[in-house]
């Protein structure tokens, strides 16, 4: 029986792929002084030119070695951008993901990820398209981001207040994302109200939503005579063992007056380091939003500001969740040039293309302000970012043209 999938007219059309040439364009390359890279085929790379033939272009060398991929594509909502035909006939823009999703799987390393800022037009379509590229399998989360933070009062049915963050996996088996830190607000939820010396702590439920079917006609007896067992329709999170090692050292809780179910102890000193996972939600306060946005692309451009650019804050969550420092990062609609300068000043190689002329009068000034040290908005304060590094302008010629 075939699998369901996502059809559309011209489907079965593909445009044919000419990779091209990388050749460097020295004029439009930039380096902090004496830190170009005797070795440039996995550095910082800026291409000019059709992304199609660019990732191909890129496959001899980035195959299975890049970590992350961001993308940031038209959104197809029929608006007129100056930088891009964000209006394209909904087949067409089918086939254009397609065929580039089909090539940045290629790049993508087992361990790799990637993510894809879309908005309601097409996340569902995308999403289903994805499934069929990555298979449903490798499907992590459709993150929720607050990209706006006031209500439009113009709004004609609902306001617009988010975009979805689609992000799948290489190799869900294979992939684990970093956890994010602990912020002020949740450290501030363990306490310490009985002085224990393993310093403050928060209770922890006993019960499971899950576990074997045998385990719930599970009790324990505690040391001063409370008999636990799990509420109805749960199972034990713990073995009688270790509630028993938890119990000797005072690490259940039974409420000031000792009369509340039973609770373990989850000590802050012993998650400091593990982090929290990231969740589905992003809010602006944590993520950044549009307007955020808008005034890190004035600081570059006063008087021609990129019209949708994303947050330096949005762009360094994703790569601090989805890369290491020295790993790969690639955006082939590279916009305003934002994840390239984000993960410019977190210690990640990247590789950027863009198609439009924005290219060399917005992402290239824009870079050569962070290798400079000169920009010090966005990231860089809680980066302590102070310049260095450089990358390599390329633009696209024709195969057997060097």
């Not at 762009?315 to 390239?340: E, K, N, Q, Y």
Request: with cysteine; glycine share 8%; charged share 25%.
């Amino acid at each position: 029986m075939d699998k369901p999938a996502l059809s559309w007219t011209s489907k079965s059309e593909r445009r044919p792929v000419a990779p091209g040439v990388l050749v460097e364009v020295p004029a439009l390359s930039y380096h902090a002084p004496g830190q170009e890279r005797a070795d440039r085929r996995l550095g910082n790379k800026l291409v000019f030119g059709d992304n199609l033939a660019a990732l191909a272009a890129l496959a001899p060398d980035y195959a299975g070695r890049v970590r992350c991929v961001f993308i940031d594509p038209p959104y197809n909502t029929g608006s007129a951008f100056a930088q891009y035909d964000d209006g394209l006939a909904h087949a067409r823009w089918l086939g254009l993901m397609r065929d580039r999703l089909e090539l940045l799987r290629v790049l993508l390393s087992e361990q790799g990820s990637l993510w894809i800022s879309i908005d309601d037009h097409e996340s569902h379509y995308l999403k289903v398209l994805c499934d069929e590229v990555f298979g449903r399998a490798n499907f992590v989360a459709n993150v929720v981001w607050q990209k706006k933070y006031t209500i439009a009062n113009d709004a004609r049915w609902l306001s617009d207040n988010h975009d979805h963050i689609l992000v799948y996996a290489k190799d869900k088996a294979q992939w684990r994302p970093n956890r994010l830190p602990r912020t002020e607000v949740m450290k501030a939820r363990y306490r310490n109200p009985d002085r224990h010396p393993k310093g403050p702590w928060k209770a922890t439920p006993l019960h499971a939503k899950s576990g074997s079917h045998g385990s719930r006609a599970f009790s324990f007896t505690f040391s001063n005579g409370v008999v636990w067992r799990p509420p109805a329709g749960t199972f034990p999170r713990f073995s009688s063992e270790t509630l028993r090692r938890l119990d000797q050292g005072g690490e259940i809780w039974f409420g000031k007056r000792g009369t509340t179910a039973p609770a373990r102890k989850t000590f802050l000193a012993e998650l400091a380091d593990a982090g929290t996972p990231s969740p589905t939600i992003w809010l602006h306060a944590e993520a950044g939003h549009n307007h955020e946005a808008r005034d890190e692309a004035r600081a570059v451009h006063p008087d021609q500001p990129f019209d949708t650019p994303k947050p330096e804050r949005l762009l360094h969550r994703i790569i601090h969740l989805a890369t290491a420092p020295g790993d790969i990062v690639l955006d082939f609609f590279a916009g305003s040039g934002t994840t390239g300068a984000v993960a410019h000043k977190m210690g990640r190689r990247w590789v950027m293309v863009e198609c439009g002329r924005h290219c060399e009068s917005h992402i290239v000034p824009r870079l050569r302000m962070v290798i400079d040290g000169r920009d010090q908005g966005g990231m860089s304060p809680a980066l302590a970012w102070k310049g260095g590094g450089g990358f390599d302008f390329y633009t696209l010629a024709a195969p057997g043209i060097s």
